[in-house]
Structures are given as structure tokens and as C-alpha cells.
């Protein structure tokens, strides 16, 4: 394993021994009941971890820690970082996969593994969640491979591309501003598929491309393409 990644937990984990950090720890056990019968923040982490248990009472846990992370005050960044503690181990298996996968050095696994986490936590709805620890893993790690097969498929388009069109223009020739005022144009028309018509129609993606950008299945970006192209035959057989 990475010394970088060791470095993280070692640093997350020494924090949370400390004293100031025991007393924000306090706040949050005086304010939350599923976190009132731990004394310390060891004890809390030794029952998350623990392989058996009560799951509903680690989810309850979990979801005072997250109530607490999105609150705006200073007990904050203390459940941020009992979640990532919490969420380790799991983490860490994301980490060994990604790396298996070649989605970025190691540095940048982690990297992205620790941005990821917040924004989840911070943007969590937890009226829609069952269980926190799986749905935050499980898209994070979903999201990490979009983002590499969206590099991907950019890369690829790059590639296919000849220099001597791309040279001295922003987007196809017409400038960054031009490229705006054709989207503004596109996304009147089409609204939320906008993005997916020019990528196909303007842009020469293919729609398993676009697709692939834009977090769709093949089958998903096909039928709103092929919608948007239905809406535009039906505006230009109105205006004929």
C-alpha cells in the first residue's frame, strides 16, 4: 500500500485521539442518541468495524455522524472524520481496485477517493438512503470509473482528430464564444439534451461516447437522441 494513503489514516487517526477533538466528539454524543453510548471516538470506530452486530444500529451511526457532517458548525469536520475512518476499509478496497484498474497513480486514487467521500457525505439524502456505507462506496466507486472512461473516450476523440482542423480554434472553428451561443441555441431547442445533441450532432461523438460522458447507458442516450431528432423534425416540418 501507498505510505501516502498510510500517512492519511495514520494523520485521521491520531487527530481523532486528541483532546480537542474528544470534546467535539463530546458535542456530538450530547446531541445525537445513536452516538451517546460511545465514551470516545475508539469506541464508536471499534463497533463500525466490528464484522457482526446490530447493522441498523451502525446505520443509525452512520446517519447522526452525516446529519452532523452537513451541519454548518464546528462539530462538522470532526463526524467528517469518524465517517472517513468509519468508511475505510472500504475505501481502501475501492483504492486496490482502482489501482488494478489503472484509473490514476496512487496519489491520485487517493486523492479522488478523499474528495469523493465528502462531496457524498455533504450532499447525502439520507430519506433516500437504506444503507449509508454501501450507497456511498458503491458510487463512489461508480463514479470513478465514468470519469476514466469519460477521459477515455475524449482521449480517444482527440486522437481521431486532425490537428490541422483543431489548430487555432477553441471549438470547431467558431471560438469559445461562438461554441457558447450554438449551445445556448441547441439547449433552447432540445433543453436537458442539449449536451447530448451537440456531442453527436456537432461534435462527431458516437453515442456510446456521448454516453459514456454523460453517465447514460448506450440504450438511455440512444432514445433521447433519438427523441431530440424527432422534436427537431416536428419544428422544422411547422416552420416549412
Known amino acids: 500500500m501507498s505510505i501516502t494513503w498510510h500517512a492519511i489514516r495514520d494523520h485521521l487517526t491520531v487527530s481523532s485521539s486528541r483532546l480537542p477533538f474528544q470534546r467535539c466528539f463530546d458535542t456530538v454524543r450530547h446531541t445525537k442518541d445513536a452516538v451517546s453510548p460511545f465514551r470516545d471516538p475508539a469506541s464508536l470506530l471499534d463497533r463500525l ?34 465517517l472517513l ?32 467521500t465528502t462531496e457524498k457525505v455533504r450532499g447525502l439524502d439520507l430519506k433516500r438512503v437504506n444503507s449509508i456505507a454501501a450507497t456511498v462506496l458503491r ?18 476523440l482527440a486522437s481521431s482528430r486532425d490537428p490541422d482542423e483543431m489548430a ?18 441547441v439547449r433552447e431547442q432540445f433543453g436537458k439534451d442539449a449536451l447530448l445533441v451537440c456531442r453527436v450532432a456537432i461534435e462527431g461523438f458516437s453515442q456510446a461516447e456521448a454516453a459514456v460522458e454523460l453517465g447514460l447507458t448506450e440504450a438511455a442516450a440512444r ?13 422544422l416540418e411547422k416552420t416549412s
Open 49 to 82: 468495524h466490528a464484522t457482526t452486530g446490530d447493522q441498523v444500529q451502525k446505520n443509525r451511526i452512520l446517519a447522526a455522524l452525516v446529519e452532523t457532517a452537513q451541519a454548518d458548525d464546528p462539530a462538522s469536520e470532526c463526524a467528517l472524520t469518524l
Open 85 to 116: 475512518l468509519a468508511l475505510w476499509p472500504g475505501l481502501d478496497a475501492i483504492r486496490r481496485r482502482s489501482l488494478s484498474r489503472r484509473l490514476g497513480t496512487d496519489d491520485e486514487i487517493a486523492s479522488d477517493l478523499l474528495a469523493r
Open 139 to 156: 458510487n463512489i466507486e461508480r463514479d470513478m470509473i465514468r470519469a476514466r472512461q469519460r477521459d477515455i473516450a475524449r482521449e480517444k
Open 168 to 185: 487555432g480554434c477553441t471549438k470547431f472553428g467558431i471560438g469559445a464564444t461562438g461554441y457558447m451561443r450554438l449551445y445556448g441555441a
Open 223 to 235: 432514445k433521447r437522441y433519438q427523441r431530440a431528432m424527432h422534436r427537431l423534425r416536428e419544428a
